[in-house]
């Protein structure tokens, strides 16, 4: 039996901190919010679910460039006020251990 293996990548640090600047110069589709409910804003960068009071930003974001197979679009949220990047590589996070669903992909996506 082969063993899998993974590697946990969360968003890049240029991604977050264009994220923060667009949002602070107006951007359209950057909204800025304050997460009223626990479990409702998974960050991408730290790889935690935002809490209740902290303000996040929601934007449109395609992981997986386009002209690859499984290419898409989609609204993802990055904490405003900053974070500490995710760095357990191989240990997936522990807050979204319960009731989370996450694609895996190979080295060619």
């Not at 082969?2 to 946990?8: C, D, G, L, P």
């Not at 991604?15 to 951007?27: L, Q, T, Y």
């Not at 009223?36 to 449109?60: M, T």
């Not at 197979?69 to 995710?86: K, L």
């Amino acid at each position: 039996m082969k063993t899998a293996t993974f590697h946990i990548v969360p968003l890049p640090t240029e991604i977050a901190d264009a994220a923060r600047r667009a949002v602070n110069g107006g951007a359209v589709d950057h909204a800025l919010i304050t997460v009223d409910s626990p479990g409702s804003s998974p960050c991408r960068y730290c790889l935690r679910w935002a809490k209740p009071g902290e303000r996040v930003i929601l934007f449109p974001y395609a992981a997986i460039p386009s002209g690859h197979p499984y290419s898409e679009t989609g609204p993802i949220f990055v904490h405003a006020d900053g974070c500490q990047r995710y760095s357990a590589a191989n240990e997936y996070p522990a807050d979204f251990r319960n009731g989370r669903v996450f694609r895996a992909y190979d080295s060619k996506y």
